[in-house]
């Protein structure tokens, strides 16, 4: 069975600019969560996307932004980019949703906001 | 507000002795417990978990308990090898609720 694949790995942009994040979830999950991992704070939970429906958000503002497709991949959005949003950010899909043990993370996209 | 704390950002063991991983919590709701691990350039992955309803839960060599009553719970690794040499990180759930992982331990084995 194929992993969590996340796209693209690496990504630099300039403050202002917005990015789109990609994650495929192992076939048959249909639960997306998307993390974002920083020096300190470690991961910090950003939203989950349940069967196309978001079904819990972090507090981070609306800036982030998210949405899962009919085959249960889920994009990411961030727009207006600021310096403190480099990070590296982790998507997990399950079958049912982020309390499963069976929780599988990506690989993660580093973002650099320069 | 962290609602999930490791305190201790590194830990140094020899291997074959005791790692012995911390975590607190604020969050008397929470009732599930899990421990991920990370390695460079990888995402986590699952370890161990324990629900609110037991102190003690074993896998191998991991073991992790769960201390109610100080909102504490830690994670032993006996014996522990170098290629225990990861980031450790605790999470928190409360129902079908959002996941609230810790900061992080960064667990060095050396020889």
């Known amino acids: 069975k194929a992993g969590v694949t996340q796209t693209p790995r690496y990504l630099i942009k300039t403050r202002g600019q917005q990015v789109t994040l990609s994650c495929s979830p192992i076939s048959g999950h249909r639960s997306v969560s998307w993390y974002q991992q920083t020096p300190g704070q470690g991961l910090q939970f950003l939203f989950e996307y349940f069967s196309e429906t978001q079904r819990n958000k972090g507090n981070f503002p609306g800036r982030f932004s998210g949405r899962q497709f009919s085959n249960s991949r889920s994009e990411m959005n961030v727009s207006t980019l600021e310096l403190g949003d480099s990070a590296l950010y982790l998507c997990?899909?399950?079958?049912?949703?982020?309390?499963?043990?069976?929780?599988?993370f990506g690989p993660g996209t580093r973002l650099l906001v320069l | 507000d962290q609602q999930v704390k490791q305190n201790s950002p590194s830990l140094s063991v020899q291997e074959g002795r005791i790692s012995i991983l911390n975590c607190d919590y604020t969050?008397?709701?929470?009732?599930?417990f899990l421990w991920y691990k990370k390695y460079p350039a990888e995402g986590p992955t699952f370890l161990i978990s324990?629900?609110?309803?037991?102190d003690k839960n074993e896998d191998g060599r991991f073991t992790v308990f769960l201390n109610k009553s100080a909102k504490h719970l830690s994670l032993h690794i006996v014996p522990s090898q170098p290629g225990d040499s990861a980031v450790y990180f605790c999470?928190?759930?409360?129902?079908?609720?959002?996941?609230?992982f810790g900061t992080g331990t960064r667990l060095q084995v050396f020889p």
């Open positions: 997990a899909s399950s079958s049912s949703g982020p309390r499963q043990e069976t929780q599988y």
């Open positions: 969050n008397s709701m929470f009732d599930y």
């Open positions: 999470a928190a759930i409360r129902d079908t609720d959002k996941l609230i």
């Open positions: 324990i629900s609110s309803i037991k």
